[in-house]
């Protein structure tokens, strides 16, 4: 089995990079829609993996979730997307208005793993302003990117299997928002791609039971 893993920022693909291997491809997109969309094509093209993870940061949308929590996404949408009537907001006319991370791998997960929505956009959201007008369209919304829709959303295209795993790196709208997201990456960000590590030796062990 391969499994290809994406990140948007090198900071978060050098703590994934303990994962490469045979079975695991790891990968720098840059920070956006485009680039994550042309970084999964080409790792679907050269590499023909079963499984693309996105991994990487979001901004926690609900109260209940808090900095280091990881969020898998149930469903992906984007927050910036208006093709008009009769599409719904969100959705690229000619394609579903939510993406989905593959049902098959989601019981490899933690149980302490919250299961959600989660938007992408390209705008980083930092003010209560701009997460009032996220969840206007998408109250349930757990958790907001600048990628996850768009590998999501590459991944139908080429009918390759898809799993968004995302960590709480800040609240947006918070009073010292900036320095919130900074001390993320300080005190709790290695101690969360634990949980990713699990998540791959399960995967990995179920397919050499099988072979």
């Given at each position: 089995?391969?499994?290809?893993?994406?990140?948007a920022?090198?900071?978060e693909?050098?703590?994934?990079?303990?994962?490469?291997?045979?079975?695991?491809?790891?990968?720098?997109?840059?920070?956006?829609?485009?680039a994550?969309?042309l970084?999964?094509?080409?790792i679907?093209?050269?590499?023909?993996?079963?499984?693309?993870i996105n991994?990487g940061?979001?901004?926690?949308?609900?109260?209940?979730?808090?900095?280091?929590?990881?969020?898998?996404?149930?469903?992906?949408?984007?927050?910036?997307?208006?093709?008009g009537?009769?599409?719904l907001?969100?959705?690229?006319?000619?394609?579903p208005?939510f993406?989905a991370s593959?049902?098959?791998?989601?019981?490899f997960?933690?149980?302490?793993?919250k299961?959600?929505?989660?938007v992408s956009?390209?705008?980083?959201?930092?003010?209560?302003d701009?997460?009032?007008?996220?969840l206007?369209?998408?109250?349930?919304?757990?958790a907001?990117?600048?990628?996850?829709a768009?590998?999501?959303?590459?991944?139908?295209?080429?009918?390759?299997?898809?799993l968004?795993?995302?960590?709480?790196?800040?609240?947006?709208?918070?009073?010292h928002?900036?320095?919130?997201?900074?001390?993320?990456?300080?005190t709790?960000a290695?101690k969360?791609f634990t949980?990713l590590?699990?998540f791959l030796?399960?995967v990995l062990d179920?397919?050499?039971?099988?072979?």
């Amino acid at each position: 089995m391969k499994i290809a893993i994406i990140a948007a920022m090198d900071k978060e693909a050098t703590l994934l990079k303990q994962f490469a291997g045979d079975d695991v491809v790891v990968a720098t997109s840059g920070i956006g829609k485009v680039a994550a969309a042309l970084k999964t094509a080409e790792i679907i093209h050269n590499h023909h993996p079963d499984l693309i993870i996105n991994s990487g940061v979001s901004g926690g949308l609900q109260p209940s979730l808090e900095i280091g929590d990881v969020v898998c996404g149930k469903t992906i949408a984007y927050h910036d997307v208006w093709c008009g009537n009769p599409n719904l907001y969100g959705q690229v006319q000619g394609f579903p208005p939510f993406y989905a991370s593959d049902a098959g791998f989601v019981p490899f997960l933690n149980q302490d793993i919250k299961n959600g929505l989660i938007v992408s956009g390209d705008k980083f959201i930092s003010s209560p302003d701009d997460q009032a007008d996220i969840l206007k369209h998408f109250p349930d919304a757990l958790a907001v990117d600048m990628e996850s829709a768009a590998v999501a959303q590459t991944c139908y295209i080429y009918q390759t299997p898809c799993l968004v795993l995302r960590l709480i790196s800040d609240t947006p709208g918070v009073e010292h928002h900036q320095k919130q997201y900074d001390r993320f990456w300080e005190t709790a960000a290695e101690k969360s791609f634990t949980n990713l590590k699990e998540f791959l030796t399960k995967v990995l062990d179920a397919n050499s039971s099988d072979d």
